[in-house]
């Protein structure tokens, strides 16, 4: 049975418009299947166990956007039941990171015809995420970008990425960067004036952000990005960077590599995984080596 999660309000209502194409496709090819509506936050991760335990499962697809992904990873590892995409939210970050075309029918001639493909998975103390992890300045932005009107508006022009540039320039003039401390496999390093930390599995986060250009979600390590020691003018004029991952030429911005990441502060920073708010440090963060199977 290729079973398929629907979030119909991801990317403002066009995932529902996305399924019912989808679903004339299933339709025409005789393709079985069966499928299921997210009504609330979290919905997804039950949805899946639900399945798991009634179905017999070949595939479990999202036909929605990273939250709703984010969601049906921490209800499918430990199973060896694929997951499949058709991008259909705001940002599509984990998509893009895989290749994954944001083209509906590209997408479901993928799922239903190659083989999967075994990715690695991030783990922030008990709950899995595929993309990318941001403590401190990224952690705020998200939580404000979760929480605003605009993305509702800019998600109606798919251009998901404008909600997260205004939410950052609204964080930007409050933020303080701070001093902090980080364990990456075992060894300690002190870093001054933090920005933010950015803990990747994929290159993408925030609507097509490249923060870690080089990282893969098949090499058991974390490209880890810290952004250190500038003033909130240089922040701003480095910022727009991101978007060709030309940040990372800035002496203020360091790229590191490990597996298991500890990071503490003197005061809490708010942690995001995938988009999703995440709680706050002191964190512990490791990457769990091909947990996932992706069509």
Same mark, same amino acid.
């Given at each position: 049975?290729? +079973?398929? $999660?629907?979030?119909?309000?991801?990317?403002?209502?066009?995932?529902?418009?996305?399924?019912?194409?989808?679903?004339?496709?299933?339709?025409?090819?005789?393709?079985?299947? +069966?499928?299921?509506?997210?009504?609330?936050?979290?919905?997804?991760?039950?949805? *899946?166990?639900?399945?798991?335990?009634?179905?017999?499962?070949?595939?479990?697809?999202?036909?929605?956007?990273?939250?709703?992904?984010?969601?049906?990873?921490?209800?499918?590892?430990?199973?060896?039941?694929?997951?499949?995409?058709?991008?259909?939210?705001?940002?599509?970050?984990?998509?893009?990171?895989?290749?994954?075309?944001?083209?509906?029918?590209? !997408?479901?001639?993928?799922?239903?015809?190659?083989?999967?493909?075994?990715?690695?998975?991030?783990?922030?103390?008990?709950?899995?995420?595929?993309? *990318?992890?941001?403590?401190?300045?990224?952690?705020?932005?998200?939580?404000? *970008?979760?929480?605003?009107?605009?993305?509702?508006?800019?998600?109606?022009?798919?251009?998901?990425?404008?909600?997260?540039?205004?939410?950052?320039?609204?964080?930007?003039?409050?933020?303080?960067?701070?001093?902090?401390?980080?364990?990456?496999?075992?060894?300690? /390093?002190?870093?001054?004036?933090?920005?933010?930390? !950015?803990?990747?599995?994929? &290159?993408? /986060?925030?609507?097509?952000?490249?923060?870690?250009?080089?990282?893969?979600?098949?090499?058991?390590?974390?490209?880890? +990005?810290?952004?250190?020691?500038?003033?909130?003018?240089?922040?701003?004029?480095?910022?727009?960077? *991101?978007?060709?991952?030309?940040?990372?030429?800035?002496?203020?911005?360091? $790229?590191?590599?490990?597996?298991?990441?500890?990071?503490?502060? &003197?005061? &809490?920073?708010?942690?995001?995984?995938?988009?999703?708010?995440?709680?706050?440090? &002191?964190?512990?963060?490791?990457?769990?080596? +091909?947990?996932?199977?992706?069509?």
């Amino acid at each position: 049975m290729n +079973c398929f $999660i629907v979030n119909k309000i991801s990317g403002n209502g066009r995932a529902l418009r996305v399924w019912n194409q989808i679903e004339k496709r299933l339709q025409e090819k005789n393709v079985n299947y +069966c499928v299921r509506f997210t009504q609330k936050p979290k919905h997804a991760t039950s949805i *899946v166990q639900e399945l798991i335990s009634k179905e017999k499962v070949n595939v479990i697809v999202v036909v929605g956007g990273d939250g709703t992904i984010h969601e049906v990873i921490n209800g499918l590892i430990g199973n060896n039941i694929p997951l499949g995409i058709i991008p259909a939210g705001s940002g599509n970050d984990f998509s893009r990171g895989l290749g994954i075309s944001l083209n509906p029918d590209k !997408a479901l001639d993928r799922i239903l015809n190659d083989e999967p493909q075994m990715i690695d998975i991030g783990l922030i103390d008990s709950t899995y995420f595929g993309t *990318v992890t941001g403590i401190g300045f990224d952690g705020k932005v998200a939580h404000v *970008v979760n929480n605003s009107i605009q993305k509702k508006i800019f998600n109606l022009v798919r251009m998901g990425h404008l909600s997260y540039i205004i939410s950052a320039m609204k964080v930007l003039f409050q933020y303080s960067p701070t001093d902090l401390s980080i364990v990456i496999d075992n060894k300690l /390093y002190n870093f001054q004036k933090v920005w933010l930390i !950015a803990v990747a599995n994929l &290159p993408f /986060y925030g609507g097509g952000m490249i923060i870690c250009p080089k990282a893969k979600s098949n090499d058991g390590l974390f490209d880890i +990005c810290i952004v250190q020691g500038m003033t909130k003018f240089e922040f701003l004029r480095i910022f727009p960077l *991101v978007f060709k991952g030309m940040h990372i030429s800035s002496p203020s911005v360091k $790229i590191m590599k490990g597996k298991e990441i500890e990071i503490h502060s &003197p005061t &809490p920073l708010m942690i995001h995984g995938d988009g999703e708010m995440m709680g706050q440090t &002191p964190v512990r963060i490791r990457i769990e080596p +091909c947990a996932l199977h992706v069509k």
